[in-house]
């Protein structure tokens, strides 16, 4: 091991930089967190949160952040939708019109239900509310797709480790824009472990606030590096490929999408269960037979859907397999 403040880390974190600044599309830092993503979650809400905050929900994910919101003390207003339905542009207009948010937390691929909020759509409205700070979550859409955090206005942009970026958990990326950190500069209970101005004082210098989980920043730069080589577009050809393959099956079964039609995520496919399908029973024929297992469905949804994940570092042969798996236990638990 590294030590966090000598010239050898120095070296480790300067050497990931730019190549994280053109995955984000951003000339704003990108820092480094020794968290989950709910870390850095919770911390945006403490550094840019004053006067209130609109918390876009439709799903778990989204709908624990307005939670997490209150917890915090601050003032908190939900823009709920059904699970599955995707956050419309029009809604946010309405709501920021009133004038009581100074900022907006929304979650880009609701991973609970397989939705995709139209994000550009957002942010074009976000333009119109200067004053409004812009947190999104792309812990299960960054580098699936592109996400153009300048171009778009993000302001807070973050994502965690073990879900699109395939990494074991236990880390967290977050770029904050030069808006943000000012608006954080206003805010004087901001803590610490996940204060904006002491991520952007230790970048300056090449390093993390407090001690970094070093071991995870070498598994960050490796990845990094076969995302290169992959090349990006390459990568979200593979995505949208992949994605595509699950959805033909899913047409061959006769299965529908969970999410409302033209927001399906191009990361997971979440599928709802019709009631043909005897989930509990398919993955103890996985777990017994394949030596896998599959998703049951998530928080409210649980038993009502399944998701089938293609994010990451899946492969055409990978996903082939695993739905040959799925083929099979449906055969044998007699459904469809
Ligand atoms: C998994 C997930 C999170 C939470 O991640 P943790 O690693 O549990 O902190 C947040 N947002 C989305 C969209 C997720 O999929």
Aim: net charge negative; charged share 25%.
């Amino acid at each position: 091991m590294i030590g966090h403040r000598s010239p050898e880390f120095v070296e480790l974190y300067q050497s990931i930089q730019p190549d994280l600044q053109k995955l984000l599309y951003t000339e704003d830092p990108v820092f480094i967190s020794t968290s989950s993503a709910w870390g850095v979650m919770e911390g945006s809400l403490r550094n840019v949160v004053k006067k209130g905050v609109l918390n876009c929900m439709s799903g778990a994910f989204s709908d624990k952040w307005f939670d997490v919101s209150k917890r915090c003390g601050k003032h908190a207003k939900p823009l709920q939708k059904e699970w599955g339905v995707a956050i419309k542009p029009e809604d946010i207009r309405r709501e920021l019109s009133t004038g009581e948010f100074d900022a907006i937390t929304l979650i880009h691929n609701e991973t609970s239900t397989g939705t995709m909020n139209p994000l550009e759509e957002i942010m074009e409205v976000l333009k119109e509310f200067p004053d409004v700070i812009s947190i999104v979550d792309t812990v299960s859409s960054f580098t699936v797709l592109p996400i153009k955090k300048d171009e778009l206005g993000v302001d807070v942009i973050l994502t965690g480790s073990q879900k699109a970026l395939a990494l074991p958990p236990g880390m967290a990326l977050l770029s904050v824009s030069e808006r943000a950190l000012d608006r954080a500069k206003e805010l004087d209970d901001r803590g610490y472990y996940f204060d904006f101005h002491e991520f952007k004082k230790n970048h300056d210098k090449g390093m993390t606030p407090s001690t970094p989980v070093i071991s995870h920043i070498y598994a960050l730069k490796q990845q990094v590096a076969q995302i290169n080589a992959e090349g990006l577009e390459n990568r979200y050809q593979r995505h949208r490929h992949l994605n595509g393959i699950v959805h033909e099956w899913l047409n061959e079964k006769g299965l529908k999408l969970f999410a409302e039609e033209g927001y399906a995520s191009v990361s997971l496919s979440c599928v709802a269960n019709d009631g043909s399908l005897n989930i509990p029973a398919m993955n103890t024929y996985l777990r017994e037979n394949c030596n896998a297992q599959m998703d049951q469905g998530y928080g409210k949804i649980k038993g009502k859907t399944f998701r089938i994940n293609n994010m990451g570092n899946e492969t055409e042969e990978s996903i082939r397999e695993y739905l040959g798996m799925l083929d099979r236990a449906i055969e044998a638990t007699g459904n469809l």
